[in-house]
Nanobody, 113 residues
Framework: QLQASGGGLVQPGGSLRLSCAAS????????MAWYRQAPGKQRELVAF???????HYPPSVKGRFTISRDNAKNTVYLQMNSLNVEDMAVYYC?????????WGQGTQVTVSS
């Protein structure tokens, strides 16, 4: 089970840090990722990070968002800087590997002045 937190209201240009912790008997997680879904749009990948720490970002967030993970805590983070209205969405965490695929409940990020 994944529990996401850290969403909220932020002004354009501001920052937020999302967290997502896995609970239960998960020994090692291969991939951790963040997705987002804005109203009327498809869910899209925001970032993912491998067990070894390699990360990937789409051009829309590269240079502004940073994904990180704490393997000891089975937790993934998303530091979001220079937020703009296009970043406003529900953000979902995802942890997956061979034989498992877990999703968090989503946390709302609102960017507004």
């Amino acid at each position: 089970q994944l529990q996401a937190s850290g969403g909220g209201l932020v002004q354009p240009g501001g920052s937020l840090r999302l967290s997502c912790a896995a609970s239960g008997t998960i020994v090692s997680i291969d991939f951790m990722a963040w997705y987002r879904q804005a109203p009327g749009k498809q869910r899209e990948l925001v970032a993912f990070i491998t067990n070894g720490g390699n990360s990937h970002y789409p051009p829309s967030v590269k240079g502004r968002f940073t994904i990180s993970r704490d393997n000891a805590k089975n937790t993934v983070y998303l530091q979001m800087n220079s937020l703009n209205v296009e970043d406003m969405a529900v953000y979902y965490c995802n942890m997956y590997g061979t034989g498992y695929n877990y999703w968090g409940q989503g946390t709302q990020v609102t960017v507004s002045s």
